[in-house]
């Protein structure tokens, strides 16, 4: 179980079933062990639905909540066997699940097609994360069918289905307390984690060193895996969104581009930072980059309660459509750009996304007008405008070409002003310089 208290998960049980209703039932099921090679797995990372809902950690399992008397949360035992083991461990994860997860009851994987019918029959709604899995899919319509076309007795199958992830993911867009100490401490292994790496940059190192500084840092610290695969790119390849080759060697006179973030205790930070590798920005790259951190400081005090989530994308790109237009990479006016979206030639994605267990958290986006959603307090999410001049982009300015900069932060939505939760990684001209210096 991951650092919540148990309590915390039954709270979180008990809000779920009050929104399925008390004659519905959720059924959440969590992935299996993937094969990576031959008899290896790749290392497992459990279902994000159902760490939330119970601190479930083990593969392949199954989770039902029925609302009602004596029948209310049970976690699935995924294998009654640990590969190369002669023990058969089913009377302990029984133990344990009832025990330490608060399940009322609990069944190996074997019995499903026997247990989980039990629990569909005479209600009325069905939830489940419907077209997540199509042989789950199936799974829960054979049921269905059996519950359904029974001779010599009325039909018992629910008259309804519903996708759980509606209701579990609106929940998971709003933090808790305990949600955002762990989320402050992903942002500040993080954060330090960046530190690390402009310290150890200098000429000749190749991007995948500072990636082993960034998640040996994670690792050391307490962080269980890299929320994300970690980007690392210098030189033209931070103009490339999502290079994750990170095999190049770093030279004088480029920037270097991260994007990392650790995931601690399955809560996600996510940081991206760019620095000079000879440790001091210069000419145009230095005007670009001040004027993407302009443009992010900008967008961090534009987190309110009460923005629609798509104004912050708005003021952002009239922001560096400003930038771009003031470096010489696009031409005409302001309006132009914004309406005509030209700025998307090095400006192509969004500024924000929700954050929480997974990186790119859940959460609508849209209210249930179909407006997209204002902010509220306890929504996380990321702030991370960018500018990409590609090498071969002949109509830009010499000294702009091969330049990529992107700058993020994680900022928790208040009542009052924004939190950023990843304050204490440099980001100024001045910061930067004086930490990658000190390491020289």
């Known amino acids: 179980m991951y650092d919540v208290e148990a309590q915390i998960f039954e709270k979180r049980r008990r809000e779920l079933m009050d929104r399925i209703g008390s004659n519905g039932v959720a059924v959440l099921f969590g992935e299996p062990e993937r094969t990576r090679s031959n008899d290896t797995e790749f290392p497992y990372r459990p279902s994000s639905d159902i760490l939330y809902l119970s601190g479930f950690r083990e593969p392949g399992c199954v989770l039902v909540l029925a609302p009602g008397p004596g029948r209310r949360v049970h976690p699935v035992r995924a294998t009654t066997r640990p590969r190369g083991r002669d023990v058969d461990w089913a009377p302990l994860w029984d133990r344990r699940a009832v025990s330490e ?18 629990f569909l029959a005479h209600r009325d709604t069905a939830f489940w994360p419907i077209g997540q899995d199509h042989d789950f899919d199936r799974r829960m319509i054979q049921y269905y069918t059996g519950l359904r076309f029974v001779r010599r007795r009325a039909p018992e199958a629910p008259a309804r289905f519903g996708d759980i992830r509606d209701l579990v993911h609106e929940m998971r867009l709003f933090k808790a307390p305990e949600e955002l100490d762990l989320m402050r401490k992903a942002a500040q292994v993080t954060s330090d984690a960046h530190v690390a790496a402009m310290r150890a940059t200098k000429p000749g190192v190749r991007e995948f060193e500072l990636q082993a ?15 994300y695969s970690s980007i690392v790119g210098t030189g033209d390849n931070a103009t490339i969104l ?16 991260i994007d990392a973030g650790c995931e601690y205790h399955f809560y996600a930070a996510d940081i991206t930072r760019t620095w000079p590798v000879s440790g001091k920005f210069e000419g145009a790259a230095r005007d670009a980059y001040q004027g993407v951190l302009e443009a992010q400081e900008a967008a961090i005090n534009d987190v309110r309660a009460g923005i629609r989530y798509n104004e912050l994308q708005e003021r952002t790109a009239r922001r560096l459509s400003e930038v771009m237009i003031a470096l010489g990479a696009l031409t005409g006016s302001v309006d132009e750009a ?10 192509p994605h969004n500024v924000s996304h929700w954050l929480g267990i997974d990186v790119h958290d859940v959460g609508a986006y849209f209210d249930d007008t179909s407006q997209w959603r204002k902010l509220e307090p306890g929504m996380v999410l990321t702030i991370e405008p960018g500018l990409y001049f590609p090498a071969h982009d002949e109509s830009l300015p010499a000294g702009l070409r091969g330049v990529g900069i992107r700058i993020e932060d994680d900022i928790l939505v208040t009542s ?3 939190e950023n939760l990843t304050h204490a990684c440099p980001k100024s001209i001045e910061a930067i310089e004086s930490v990658i210096n000190a390491g020289l």
């Open 416 to 418: 009052g002003d924004p």
């Open 242 to 257: 999502h290079y994750t080759e990170n095999r190049s060697a770093l030279e004088s006179g480029e920037l270097v581009l």
């Open 338 to 347: 914004v309406e005509s979206e030209t700025y998307r030639k090095y400006y």
């Open 101 to 118: 997860f608060g399940a009322n009851a609990a069944y190996d994987i074997a019995e499903i097609d026997k247990e989980l019918p039990k």
């Open 213 to 227: 500084v960034i998640e040996s840092y994670f690792r050391r610290h307490g962080a269980e895996f890299p929320a």
